[in-house]
C-alpha cells in the first residue's frame, strides 16, 4: 500500500492506493473519516482491483482549507480528484457522507462510473440522531472519552470499539482547521436539499449496503435509495450498526466482490 498526493485546486491531497488490476475501485469516506477507515477491506479489494482510498478535501491529512464545505464543492472535488488519479470509469464505494456523494456524482457523471456500492448513504435523513450527536461532540471536544463514546454508539452491536480508531479520529479532529471543516460540512448538508429527486439519475448498478443496527443513519432510510435507484440491489448485514466495513470486513468484501462478479461491467 502507497501513500500518495494530488494537488487540486492548490489543496495537497492525500491518499492511499493499492493493487496493481487494470479496474480502479475508488473508497469515499464518511464525515470525519479519513482513509484509514477502509484498512480492513483494502487488502482483499485489492487483490482484484487497484484501489484508491482518498482523504477527502478537509479530511484525514489533506488539506483543510477555509471554505464553505458543500455538496457542491465535494462533486467538484471528486470530478478533479479522479481526472487528477486517473480514476475514472471506476467502481466507486461510499459510506455515509461519501455515499451521498457517490450517488450524487452517479447521478451526474453516469458514463464515469462501472458500478456503485453504497453503505449507509447520507441525503435523505435531516434529523439528527442520539449517535450522530455523540460524533458531533467527538469532533467538537476530541478526548478519548467523547471519541469512545460516541463509537461505542455508532458500532450499534455492543462489541468493543478498537482504541486504533478513537485515536485516530481525536488526532485528526485536533489539526488545524479540522473542526470548521467538519460543522460546514454538517452544515452544507443541513442546508442543501434532500437526494431523491437525484437517485431516478443513476445508471450504474448500484449495491446497497445497510447496517441492521445503524443508529446513525437508520435502516429505514434505505427505502427510498432501494426503491428509486432504477438497478439497486440492497443488502442488510446483521450485527452492524454504521460501518459493517469495519465491524465485519471479511463478510462485507465477500458481498461486494459477489455483487462486482454477478454481471458484465457497465461500459457504456
Known sequence: MQENYATIDGNKIRYLESGKSGDTMVLIHGLGASAERWLGVIPTFSRHYRVIVPDLVGFGYS????????????IDFLDKFFLATDSS??????????GQLAADFASTHGNHIQKLVLV????????????????????????????????????????????A??????????????????????????????????????????????GLNDP??????ADIFASTIPDCHFHTMKDCGHTPYVQKPDAFSSIVLDFLS???????
Open 63 to 74: 488539506d483543510k482549507p477555509s471554505i464553505d464545505y458543500t455538496p457542491e464543492m465535494f
Open 89 to 98: 470509469n471506476s467502481i466507486v464505494v461510499g459510506s455515509s457522507l461519501g
Open 120 to 163: 449507509s448513504p447520507a441525503g435523505m435523513m435531516k434529523h439528527t440522531t442520539p449517535a450522530l450527536d455523540a460524533y458531533i461532540m467527538a469532533a467538537l471536544f476530541p478526548n478519548m472519552k467523547n471519541a469512545r463514546a460516541a463509537f461505542a454508539l455508532m458500532e450499534g452491536s455492543g462489541r468493543k470499539v478498537d482504541n
Open 165 to 210: 480508531i478513537t485515536r485516530g479520529f481525536v488526532a485528526r479532529m485536533k489539526m488545524p482547521n479540522a473542526k470548521l471543516a467538519f460543522m460546514s460540512t454538517l452544515l452544507g448538508l443541513k442546508n442543501s436539499e434532500t437526494i431523491d429527486k437525484k437517485l431516478p439519475k443513476i445508471i450504474a448498478p448500484t449495491l446497497l449496503v445497510w
Open 216 to 221: 446513525v443513519i437508520p435502516i429505514t432510510y
Open 262 to 268: 454477478s454481471k458484465p461491467l457497465n461500459t457504456d
